[in-house]
C-alpha cells in the first residue's frame, strides 16, 4: 500500500510531489497545518481537526482553500487511495508562492499540501509504563494558538528531550505549565484533573477536549487553570494528550518521581475511556 501524496488537489506519485522554493512556507513559515489519524481507516475527530485547520488559517488572514465538506472528499478519497487501517493524515495550508517579501503578496494561491502514512501506535509497553519528561522555558511566540508550522521552539524543545533521554518536554513560562512540545499536559491533585486553559499560551488539542468530556462523564472534576512547576512535581499524577499519543502517563519529570512512580488511577480510567471510544 501507498503512501499517498496530495498537492493543490491532485494526489500525485510521492517522488513528484514538490512545491516551489518561494513558497511561503518554506521561506517564512507562513503555513498551518494539522495532524488527524484514523482508527480503522476512520478519522478520528475530522470535523474537530477541520474546525481548527480553518480557524488557524484566518487567524493568520490565509483564505481557506476548500469548504469543509470538499476536505471530507479529499482526505476520504486519500484514504481510500492509501488502504490503510491506521493512517496519520497530515495537512499544510499556506499562504501560496510569490518573491520573497514580508509582507502579503498581493495575489497568490494558497498551496495546498496533504500526506497520508501509515501510523506506527506507541508501544503497548509504554502506555503501561509511563513515559518520562523533562522541562524547558517556552520559548514560543504569543499566538500558540494558531497550529502553523513556525516550529523552531518546540524543534528546540524536542531536542532538549532528546538530549535529556525522555518522552517529551514540557514547557514552562513564568513558572508555570502550559503544555508539551507536541501534547497537552494534565496533572491530577487530590482527585481534581487540571490543566492549562485555552487561550494564546497553548494549543487547543482536539485530544485535550475530548479528553475533558470524558472526565466530565465520569464525573472526575476538572480545573482550567495555569498549575506551577512545583504543583506539577507534587501531582499525584500527570498524562500527556495528543492525536498520537492518545492518554499517556508521565512517571518521572525532570527526575523527579511523579506519585507511585507509575500511571495512576485516573489516568488509567481515562485511558481506558479512550480505548473504548476509539475501540
Ligand atoms: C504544541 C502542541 N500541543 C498540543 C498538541 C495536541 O493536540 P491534538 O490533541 O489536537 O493532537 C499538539 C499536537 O501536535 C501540539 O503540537
Known amino acids: 500500500m501507498p503512501d499517498i501524496a496530495f498537492i493543490n488537489g491532485r494526489f500525485i506519485p510521492w517522488e513528484e510531489a514538490t512545491v516551489s522554493i518561494d513558497d511561503r512556507g518554506f521561506q517564512f513559515g507562513d503555513a498551518v497545518y494539522e495532524v488527524i489519524r484514523t482508527y480503522r481507516g476512520i478519522p478520528f475527530q475530522l470535523g474537530a481537526h477541520l474546525a481548527r485547520l480553518e ?8 483564505p481557506p482553500p476548500y469548504s469543509k465538506t470538499q476536505w471530507m472528499q479529499w482526505v476520504q478519497q486519500g484514504l481510500s487511495l492509501a488502504g490503510y487501517q491506521e493512517a496519520k493524515v497530515y495537512i ?12 502579503f503578496p498581493s495575489e497568490t494561491c494558497p498551496t495546498v499540501v496533504m500526506t497520508i502514512r501509515a501510523l506506527q501506535g506507541l508501544p503497548a509497553e509504554m502506555r503501561q509504563t509511563g513515559v518520562t519528561a523533562c522541562t524547558w522555558e517556552d520559548l514560543r511566540w504569543g499566538r500558540c494558538d494558531i497550529k502553523s508550522v513556525n516550529l523552531l521552539a518546540n524543534v528546540l524543545a524536542r531536542e532538549e528531550a532528546k538530549k535529556a533521554r525522555v518522552f517529551e518536554t514540557i514547557l514552562i513560562r513564568d513558572g508555570l505549565v502550559m503544555e508539551g512540545a507536541l501534547s497537552n499536559v494534565m496533572a491530577v491533585q487530590g482527585g481534581v484533573v487540571m490543566t ?9 488539542g482536539v485530544t485535550r477536549t475530548v479528553v475533558l468530556d470524558l472526565a466530565k462523564k465520569e464525573e472526575i472534576p476538572i480545573e482550567e487553570r495555569f498549575i506551577s512547576l512545583e504543583s506539577l512535581y507534587s501531582a499525584n499524577e500527570v498524562f500527556l494528550t495528543g492525536t498520537t499519543l492518545e492518554v499517556l502517563g508521565v512517571v518521572r519529570i525532570d527526575g523527579k518521581t511523579i506519585g507511585s512512580g507509575q500511571p495512576g488511577p485516573i489516568t488509567k480510567a481515562l485511558a481506558a475511556r479512550w480505548a473504548l471510544l476509539t475501540g
Do not use: M, N, W
Open 196 to 204: 492549562a486553559p485555552e487561550g494564546p499560551r497553548i494549543l487547543s
Open 55 to 62: 480557524r488557524s488559517a484566518k487567524e493568520l488572514f490565509i
Open 92 to 103: 499544510q495550508i499556506t499562504r501560496g508562492v510569490a518573491p520573497r517579501e514580508h509582507s
